[in-house]
């Protein structure tokens, strides 16, 4: 269901901070062992927080492309 999501990413590699660090991505590792899956996630929760999803809120009740004001300079998309 994430696929459609221009900033929701599945990494085969573990994550960490730094990779979503001023962006609007969402990254998620999944970890299978025995008979357990463990899911990992990881946001900048100042930007992926209350005001960037605000704006991806706006810029779709706009008819704007939701990523418009989500993309920064030095953020790989």
Same mark, same amino acid.
């Given at each position: %269901?994430?696929?459609? $999501?221009? %900033?929701?990413?599945?990494?085969?590699? *573990?994550?960490? +901070?730094? #990779?979503? @660090?001023?962006?609007?991505?969402? @990254?998620?590792?999944? *970890? =299978?062992? *025995?008979?357990? @899956? %463990?899911?990992?996630?990881? +946001?900048?929760? !100042?930007?992926? /927080? &209350?005001? /960037? #999803?605000? +704006?991806? $809120?706006?810029? !779709?009740?706009?008819? @704007?492309? *939701? =990523?418009? /004001?989500?993309? %920064? &300079?030095?953020?790989?998309?």
């Amino acid at each position: %269901f994430y696929q459609a $999501n221009p %900033f929701t990413y599945v990494s085969a590699n *573990e994550l960490d +901070i730094k #990779q979503v @660090l001023n962006t609007n991505k969402c @990254l998620l590792h999944l *970890e =299978k062992h *025995e008979d357990q @899956l %463990f899911i990992t996630s990881v +946001i900048d929760n !100042l930007t992926k /927080g &209350a005001s /960037g #999803q605000a +704006i991806q $809120n706006m810029n !779709l009740m706009f008819g @704007l492309d *939701e =990523k418009t /004001g989500l993309i %920064f &300079a030095g953020s790989n998309p």
